[in-house]
């Protein structure tokens, strides 16, 4: 149980367009659910907490105009990162916390999606 | 703020050898510590989750302890395998923030 997925797996884009990532959870509700963002050899940064129903919370330096988190259910948050950069050229991973877990803090992760911007 | 250190940043030990790879914290109040593995290119493996109120997790040839106290948190790998080859991260959660703040990381190779 507890499965996460993310599509897509790897997308690239040309400067200036906009992509979106999809973040599902597919057997549990998730009322939370976060972005990271992780460049090559590099740890995790959390972007942005996703709440179902209400506005997203970014962390510092973090541009929520360029980043548009939308969680519109309790299953599904998306990512689009508009007007796309190569420096915007990434590995994006979702995570979600079971809402109806018994280990409530417990996040799940994604596998994923590689992003280049050419 | 919480920050998470990982140390070492890489290391390369042969087939067999026992190893521990270290984390430190600066926030003591933390819910939880969890350990993940990664694959390059790949997503996250939830390994070991330390709560707070425990100070080890076991699962087959993994260990992971938890000292709130000094800040510190190891995970003990027995009798490695070039499959344990992997970046191993580990995260804290709790305090102010109860986010989940990750290390830096330690890539581990385990030669044949």
């Known amino acids: 149980g507890a499965v996460v997925s993310q599509h897509p797996s790897r997308v690239i884009c040309k400067s200036g367009t906009s992509v979106k990532i999809e973040c599902r959870s597919l057997?549990?509700?998730?009322?939370?659910m976060f972005w990271y963002r992780q460049f090559p050899k590099k740890s995790l940064m959390l972007m942005a907490t996703?709440?179902?129903?209400?506005?997203?919370?970014?962390e510092q330096g973090v541009e929520k105009d360029k980043f548009l988190i939308n969680h519109a259910s309790l299953t599904l948050s998306t990512l689009t990162v508009t007007s796309a950069h190569p420096e915007d050229s990434s590995f994006y991973i979702c995570s979600a916390r079971d809402s109806g877990g018994l280990v409530s803090y417990e996040q799940y992760f994604g596998p994923g999606t590689r992003l280049t911007v050419t | 703020k919480q920050e998470v250190t990982q140390i070492p940043a890489a290391l390369s030990v042969p087939e067999g050898e026992n190893l521990v790879l270290n984390c430190s914290f600066t926030?003591?109040?933390?819910?939880?510590l969890q350990w993940f593995r990664q694959d390059p290119g790949k997503g996250l493996t939830s390994l070991l989750l330390?709560?707070?109120?425990?100070r080890e997790q076991t699962s087959g040839r993994l260990n992971a302890s938890l000292d709130k106290s000094s800040g510190r948190s190891t995970l003990y790998i027995a009798a490695s395998q070039p499959g344990d080859s992997a970046t191993y991260l580990c995260?804290?959660?709790?305090?102010?923030?109860?986010?989940?703040?990750f290390g830096t990381g330690t890539l581990l190779a385990v030669q044949p």
């Open positions: 996703s709440n179902e129903g209400s506005k997203a919370t970014y």
């Open positions: 926030d003591s109040a933390i819910y939880n």
């Open positions: 330390i709560q707070s109120s425990q």
């Open positions: 995260a804290g959660q709790g305090g102010a923030t109860n986010k989940l703040i």
């Open positions: 057997d549990f509700q998730a009322t939370t």
